[in-house]
């Protein structure tokens, strides 16, 4: 069994594979839907798009939505703010690695902020009158 390196402990691989993986970030934009057969003559759709993360240092990711996942990003527009729930694939070849990273799920975030109540205006009429009884001093300490 292989080991995977995260956050300075190992992972047995086996459990990064079940692993559900989620990111968030502002859609960048969303590329070209793409279609065609198969060599064993199945129809296959993908559509592809772009996100970037609001982290201190920003990552762009592409993502892959494949047959009808693909309807998944409909309705969705550069800027908006996603969270993206995706897996990942690595194949070979001709002795050369490829990877995808395969969405299977997008939610719009939260992007309201929380409503507070502001607390109401200060006025001069707030402040107590002072008892005629008080005199200068009369503190207890």
Known sequence: MGFLQMDNSRVPFQNFCSMSLTIKGNILKILNPESGVSRAGKEWNKQEFVIETQEQFPRKVCFTLFGDKTSLINGMG????????????????????????????????????????????????????????????DLPF
Request: aromatic content about 10%; charged content about 30%; overall charge negative.
């Open 78 to 137: 550069p800027g908006q703010e996603v969270e993206v729930s995706f897996n990942l694939e690595s194949r070979e070849y001709n002795g050369k690695w490829f990877h995808n990273i395969n969405a299977w799920k997008i939610d719009a975030a939260d992007t309201q902020p929380p409503v507070m109540d502001a607390p109401p205006e200060f006025r001069q009429e707030d402040i107590p009158p002072e008892s005629i009884d008080s005199e200068p001093g």
